[in-house]
């Protein structure tokens, strides 16, 4: 039986869309996982969109819909939205990774609000590895000089500046690429 026919069916008969979500269930989640880089926000979204699918079948087409392409845009919607959760809670940037962000982005505003939300914050450096993603909490989120992260990780004072350097960089083109989900 076809996804689509599933779906109307399940108006009548509720128990069917278990079969619907069976189908569907790992890859959605495979993919949640893969975008958040978190199991627990995953199955979130993951329910969110079987939720939503439910809820807006009706509407589906029922001509010549295609189920598969529907349901992956409702999945990328919920995604979406997840992402721009994390931007609520606010955690504060050094005033150098501030306008390092402010620059690289070309952004022509007088006003840079300083804080960025901590979930998203996290979220962005999950995308990074994880050197990288310390470095960057040593240096901007901690405020550490060059010298003490030097110290912190065993390295000499000016390796450190060029692996802050390297990961600032690592860091704002990953900033970038999910910053495009802000609504």
């Not at 979130?44 to 939503?52: A, E, G, L, Y």
């Not at 901007?140 to 030097?150: D, H, N, P, R, T």
């Not at 390796?159 to 960089?169: D, E, F, L, M, P």
Request: hydrophobic share 35%; charged share 35%; with cysteine.
């Amino acid at each position: 039986m076809s996804d689509e026919e599933l779906l109307r069916i399940s108006y009548k008969k509720p128990n069917r869309f278990g079969e619907l979500f069976d189908r569907h269930y790992m890859r959605f989640l495979r993919i949640a996982e893969k975008t958040l880089r978190s199991k627990d926000d995953a199955e979130d979204v993951v329910q969110n969109t079987f939720i939503r699918i439910y809820k807006y079948g009706k509407k589906f087409p029922g001509n010549g819909g295609n189920f598969r392409p529907w349901s992956n845009t409702i999945l990328k919607n919920c995604l979406a939205d997840k992402i721009n959760e994390y931007k609520h809670n606010t955690i504060s940037l050094t005033d150098e990774m501030s306008n390092k962000v402010l620059t690289s982005e070309e952004i022509d505003r007088k006003e840079f609000v300083r804080k960025e939300n901590k979930n998203y914050i996290q979220f962005v450096l999950g995308k990074v590895d994880g050197m990288t993603a310390e470095i960057i909490k040593l240096r901007y989120v901690l405020g550490k000089s060059f010298k003490e992260v030097g110290k912190i990780l065993k390295i000499k004072s000016s390796t450190a500046r060029v692996r802050i350097h390297r990961s600032k960089k690592i860091f704002i083109k990953a900033y970038k690429q999910f910053n495009k989900y802000e609504q």
